[in-house]
Nanobody, 121 residues
Framework: QVQLVESGGGLVQTGGSLRLSCTAS????????MGWYRQAPGKQRELVAA???????NYADSVRGRFTISRDPAKNAAYLQMNSLEPEDSAVYYC???????????????WGQGTQVIVSS
């Protein structure tokens, strides 16, 4: 029912920057959290960054303060600014959200289809 649309992935060199975007479309829902996960080949999916509408956020230690997550509640959107990219950041990045559907008492989780980030040296 709810669609998550991701964009912003690409191929960059070490030290470069990318900005990922994720927008949830639909109606009769209220976002609880939005965040970004990533999965490299042969590895488990891991949390990169997440934020709530209350303004709290959580970052993986591996991003070393290089990434910043932000929200635009009016657009049901989340963004991930990635700076000083390293080859170890190469992965498919997935947008994730927990939200409440009408009557806003049941929480559900949705995933985007992913956007690929490749960082070359």
């Amino acid at each position: 029912q709810v669609q998550l649309v991701e964009s912003g992935g690409g191929l960059v060199q070490t030290g470069g920057s990318l900005r990922l975007s994720c927008t949830a479309s639909g109606s009769l829902f209220r976002i609880l959290t939005m965040g970004w996960y990533r999965q490299a080949p042969g590895k488990q999916r891991e949390l990169v960054a997440a934020t709530t509408n209350a303004g709290t956020s959580n970052y993986a230690d591996s991003v070393r303060g290089r990434f910043t997550i932000s929200r635009d509640p009016a657009k049901n959107a989340a963004y991930l600014q990635m700076n000083s990219l390293e080859p170890e950041d190469s992965a498919v990045y997935y947008c994730n959200t927990f939200l409440r559907l009408w009557p806003f008492t049941t929480s559900k989780e949705y995933w985007g289809q992913g956007t690929q980030v490749i960082v070359s040296s």
